[in-house]
Every structure is written in C-alpha cells, then in structure tokens.
C-alpha cells in the first residue's frame, strides 16, 4: 500500500529535482572537452556495470527471465534514442530550454497510456491541462522574443524540437514499462536494459558521427562522475524506490519543480538568457502538467476513500 508524500519524501524529491536540474547544465558545460554524445554513452556504460553490481550481488534480485529481448529491448532502445535527442540538441539550443522541452515527457506518457490502458483514460480537465501545455510549447516556439537574442535562426529551433522528440522518448519508455512484464520487474533490471541500450547504441554512434574527441579535463571528470554516479545511479535508483513506497501522482507532480532549477542553473552557470516569451511559455507549460497530474492525484485519491470506507 503506497502512503501520502510526507516530509521525508518531499525533501528527497527536491534534491532529485536539483540533480535532475542540473544534469543537462552539465553536459552542456563541458561539451568542449567531451561531446555530448559520448558523454552519455560513457556514462550509461559505467553505470549500466553498476547497476547490474548493485542488483546482482549486493541486493541478490531476482531478476525476470526472457523479458531482454523483448521489453528490454524496446526501453533500451528508447532510452538511448531520448539521450541521443538530448546530446545532438544542447549542439543547438541552451541547456535552459532542453529542461523544460525534455519535461514534456508526461504528456506523451499520459497520451500513451490513454490509449493503452482503460484504467489511464483522461478526464475533460486533464485533456484541458494537455491543451494548456501544448500551448505553452508553441508559444516558446512561435511568440516574438521567446529564444533570446542569441538564439534566433532555424539552428536554436531544430535544437527545441529534438528536446521535445527527448520528451516523447522518455514518455513512451514509461508507456513500454507500464504495459509490459518490467512493470513487475526489480528497478535495477528495468534501469539496466536502459542503461545498457544507451551505451550499446550511442557509443558506435558517438564515433561514427566523429563525435569521439575526449579531453579529461578536471571539469570533464568532474560532470562524468555526477552524471555516473548521481544521475544515472543514485537518482534513477532512489527514484524507483520512492515510486514503490508512495504515491505516484504525487511524487510525478513534486518533479515538476526540475524543469524550474534547470532554467535558474542554466541562467547562473551557462549564461543562458532568458527571455519574457519563454518564461511566459514554459509557465503556461508546466501549468498544463500540473492541471493533468494534480486531477490525476485528486481522482487516485477519491478512489482510494471509496475503497476504503465501501
């Protein structure tokens, strides 16, 4: 039985949401020493190993068997395609705007599992909140202003939409989760088979696009091991854990708090300027997620009162 975020919780998700925040500023920050590319790839290697460490001999899970090339097969591959989304788009837009497109990602999900599951079906005011962020999208892509005076030209635009096709990755990988066995499965084979994929296909890629210069510059070593250990471990980890021990809807709208410290790090650290169009739609975009996650935790809720006191 999943318990009400309390105290504990919500200080948990505020350090994930910064660390969350922070991991495209730190990919963006050291793109000269190491591309983007091969930063995921590396890092999803590494903590793919650790991963499998961690589920296999500390933990000793039990993990599903012949689910790897089927389902597993299918997070991996979307997995390593948001990543590579990731990677190719702060080459052409701030690590600012990839926070907020990449945090569209509960909207594909929601869209997804509609479509999927009867019991994800959305109600009239969360089809409102979707309308309510997809406005927001266009409104950074399409009002005056919204990019910034740096950001102007098809190249900053070509960036936003990989960071939005970063989003539709990631939702639908949650979407191939929750409609296949890895819905049962240990969180560290779930994460694994993601891990794994990324590293399998982004690497081959990273060298074939000449994306393979690598610098180990103190700054370098030093956003590989927070990406490592603190993203692609500890995070995703912690994360699945706390999916498990609370309540999702309520966890799902506490992180959108991320796209908020991704926009103040990039803005601090990289410089990245912030224009009133943008603000004004990643407002009314983060608005709309709201309105679609808090009705969702609302109606989880009245549903667990009525089974409560039926």
């Not at 589920?55 to 389902?71: F, K, N, P, T």
């Amino acid at each position: 039985m999943r318990t009400p975020v309390d105290g504990f919780a919500t200080a948990i998700m505020l350090v994930l949401c910064v660390v969350w925040g922070a991991q495209q500023v730190a990919m963006k920050a050291v793109a000269g020493d190491i591309s983007p590319m091969m930063q995921v790839a590396l890092r999803s290697g590494i903590a793919a190993v650790l991963v499998w460490f961690i589920g296999q001999w500390l933990m000793r899970e039990a993990w599903l068997s012949r689910v790897w090339h089927r389902s597993g097969l299918v997070v991996g591959v979307l997995f390593a395609a948001e990543f590579m989304f990731i990677a190719e788009g702060l080459r052409w837009t701030s690590a600012s705007h990839m926070a907020v497109f990449l945090y569209t990602a509960p909207l594909f999900a929601a869209i997804g599992l509609h479509l999927r599951l009867p019991e994800e079906r959305l109600a009239p005011v969360q089809w409102m909140g979707m309308a309510l962020a997809f406005a927001g999208i266009a409104v950074i892509f399409l009002a005056p202003g919204a990019k910034g005076a740096e950001q102007t030209g098809t190249a900053s635009t070509f960036g936003d939409l990989l960071g939005l096709c970063a989003g539709a990755s990631w939702g639908f990988t949650t979407v191939a989760v929750r409609t296949s066995r890895l819905s049962e499965a240990p969180a560290t084979q779930t994460l694994f088979y993601q891990l794994a994929g990324a590293f399998l296909l982004l690497l081959p890629l990273a060298l074939w696009s000449g994306q393979s210069v690598i610098h180990f510059t103190p700054q370098a070593l030093a956003s590989m091991a927070f990406q490592t250990v603190m993203v692609s471990v500890t995070s995703y980890l912690i994360w699945f854990w706390m999916l498990r021990r609370y309540l999702a809807a309520r966890l799902g709208v506490m992180a959108f708090m991320t796209p908020l410290f991704g926009v103040v790090m990039g803005y601090l650290w990289l410089d990245d300027q912030i224009s009133l169009g943008f603000l004004l739609g990643a407002g009314l975009s983060v608005a709309g997620l709201l309105v679609v996650n808090l009705s969702k935790a609302v109606g989880q809720t009245q549903e667990n009162v009525r089974r409560v006191t039926s």
